[in-house]
């Protein structure tokens, strides 16, 4: 018999318990800020492409680091714990910046933002999972990227309004938005510390090398290689619109940032839609049509010459990317539930191409002197998912 045949429980849910869980995926959403915070740091610095993409690189790198170590922590003292110490390393690193801008201080915040979110976001999915029966895990977690998103879409516009309304924030400008979120990620503390939550104890504690053996598993492999196109075309895209809006319109950052903000609007609708369209629709179906919007997008992109054609094709990547994370986080837990504290930290893992992508884009930007070089490279990432498509399983 499969592991996925294995029985699972049935889960009941209260709204108290998952309010303060996606209220944490709306904390969550803050490690998206750094797209939008390193083209406002290279404009005050006056670095390059490729100096300023190190900021998001450098974010997603810790993924690398800490996601399969803070899946074997989750076995020792539990999913809602390591939640709490995640929110926690997030609020730190979100006061940071209030102090002052440079390029260290900058590095050493987002370090510690992708520290935090790395912990988050292998913990919080499976936590969900305390909540959910599995048949309803990929549109309950696609109903948390929608919240997560919501954080994501926010940021762009609460740095242009922090960058034009001096008087207002404090002194603090486009960093207005560091304390604004530092809020909310204390509520989330102080709400799920109040939340009990019923965790499954595992069968055993995994070491190191039994998580990475994992990825001996051909399904598990495919899914982590989409993780990491997913989340490269994604911080991609968060970082590289608002520079074609500039490179092609020569708008001003405030006005070409709204770019980025359209991506999560979008991004945020296909969240919220595909809650529910896959409850209804099989995941492989809409897997496919998302990531065809996805490639039509990166067209579009490679071929604009006009504001409204580049907002078209940054809404068609948002709308294509917003439920690829859930759909392949989502079979990739059900394909082996008896081990799904180490799938996560493998799958979070793999949010390492949020680091691999921005460099690549930025030196190809650089190389061929325009972001039509950085689309190329994202677009490498779209034709995978195409084929990943062919690979997922359908709902029995």
Not at 166 to 195: D, E, H, N, Q, R
Not at 288 to 303: E, N, Q, Y
Not at 323 to 331: P, T
Not at 353 to 380: H, K, W
């Amino acid at each position: 018999m499969s592991d996925t045949a294995t029985a699972m429980p049935v889960r009941r849910t209260t709204l108290l318990q998952i309010i303060p869980v996606m209220l944490c995926f709306f904390a969550m959403g803050f490690v998206d800020l750094v797209g939008t915070a390193s083209n406002y740091v290279q404009k005050d610095l006056q670095l390059s492409d490729a100096e300023a993409n190190l900021f998001p690189s450098l974010v997603f790198f810790w993924f690398l680091i800490f996601s399969v170590p803070t899946g074997m922590l989750m076995n020792r003292i539990g999913r809602k714990n390591t939640v709490l110490i995640s929110l926690i390393v997030t609020a730190f690193s979100l006061f940071i910046p209030i102090f002052g801008s440079g390029y260290t201080t900058m590095l050493v915040a987002f370090s510690l933002l992708g520290i935090g979110n790395a912990l988050m976001q292998t913990s919080l999915n499976p936590l969900v999972s305390n909540l959910i029966s599995p048949d309803k895990l990929a549109s309950t977690l696609t109903f948390g990227q929608f919240v997560k998103a919501i954080a994501s879409f926010l940021a762009p516009i609460l740095a242009a309004w922090g960058a034009t309304s001096v008087m207002m924030t404090f002194g603090l400008g486009w960093k207005v938005l560091f304390p604004i979120y530092a809020v909310f990620c204390i509520l989330s503390i102080l709400l799920l510390s109040a939340t009990p939550i019923q965790e499954e104890q595992p069968d055993k504690a995994s070491g190191f090398m039994e998580c990475v053996k994992l990825l001996g598993k051909p399904f598990i492999l495919l899914c982590f290689l989409g993780i990491m196109c997913h989340v490269g075309i994604d911080v991609g895209t968060n970082t590289t619109a608002p520079k074609i809006v500039i490179e092609r319109m020569n708008l001003p950052l405030e006005d070409a940032g709204f770019a980025t903000g359209l991506y999560f609007i979008f991004r945020t609708i296909g969240c919220l839609l595909g809650a529910f369209i896959l409850r209804v629709m099989q995941p492989k179906i809409f897997f496919a049509v998302s990531v065809i919007l996805m490639l039509a997008g990166m067209v579009v992109l490679f071929c604009s010459n006009s504001l409204a054609a580049i907002y078209v094709g940054v809404s068609l990547i948002g709308f294509g990317n917003s439920n690829v994370f859930s759909i392949i986080f989502a079979q990739a837990l059900n394909h082996t539930p008896k081990e799904q504290n180490e799938v996560s930290g493998l799958m979070i893992m793999g949010l390492f191409g949020g680091t691999i992508f921005p460099l690549a884009m930025g030196y190809a930007s650089d190389m061929t002197g325009g972001q039509s070089g950085a689309i190329a490279v994202m677009t490498v990432g779209v034709l995978y998912l195409i084929l990943l498509t062919l690979k997922l399983k359908t709902n029995k």
